[in-house]
């Protein structure tokens, strides 16, 4: 993993659910990160998280490529959300729920 | 380490006619989460609302601001918005907003 934008897009492409975080769900390395992994728990749909800890690269390369500058970041079927705070907001309202649904009818 | 007024006065910047909420999540000038309310946010997504904020915020991120929990509300959600805002390293726990002091100040 060189964290190209190719494979970066390749991860999005791949999993309708993609979390760039600090740390993994289990042992997250920051509140926000894992403030994003719950929100994505309480979704209760499969998500492929990502550790951009474990690469010094991986910070500066998912942040320009994303156009946005912290992290966690949520993809839902490859177009970023945001980050926990919008994350959690969509939760509430139900959006990301109906965004996670429609993409899945139209793939 | 920046104060929340800088902060404030940051993202009127980008959000001239907001009003704007900064609390200093642990008094340490580096962690901040903020309320933006304003009704120019009204049919913009999430992250269209963020990435306005954004487009000053992101030159001062990741120093001297560490971490932005941003809220982007307009004056219709900001009504019904709890008051508590969430910090990372608080265990779970929320850190209240004390809203009410904030607008008899204005």
Redesign the interface.
């Known amino acids: 993993m060189d964290w190209t934008e190719q494979e970066l897009q390749a991860i999005v492409d791949e999993h309708a659910l993609v979390l760039f975080m600090k740390g993994t769900p289990n042992e997250p390395q ?3 990160s ?2 994003a992994a719950q929100v994505l728990q309480q979704l209760g749909e499969p998500f492929a998280a990502v550790n951009i800890l474990t690469d010094p690269r991986a910070i500066p390369s998912v942040c320009n490529w994303a156009d ?3 992290m966690p970041q949520v993809f839902v079927h490859g177009e ?7 994350a ?3 939760l509430q309202d139900g959006s990301l729920r109906e965004m996670f649904d429609t993409g899945r009818d139209s793939n | 380490m920046v104060a929340v007024e800088w902060v404030e006065s940051e993202v009127l910047k980008a959000v001239p006619e907001a009003l704007v909420e900064v609390i200093d999540l642990h008094g340490s000038g580096d962690h901040f989460h903020v309320r933006i309310i304003t009704e120019s946010f009204e049919g913009m997504r ?2 269209q609302r ?1 990435r306005m904020v ?1 487009a000053v ?2 030159h001062h ?2 120093s001297p601001i560490h ?5 982007c509300m307009t004056p219709k959600q900001a009504e019904t918005a709890g008051d508590t805002a ?5 265990g779970g726990r929320g850190i209240h907003i004390n809203r009410i002091n904030r607008q008899k100040r204005e």
Request: contains cysteine.
């Open positions: 920051c509140g926000f894992n403030r946005f500058p912290t970023l959300i945001g980050g926990s705070d919008i959690l907001e969509m | 999430p992250l963020q954004l915020m992101k991120i990741p971490a932005l929990d941003l809220k969430f910090d990372p390293h608080g």
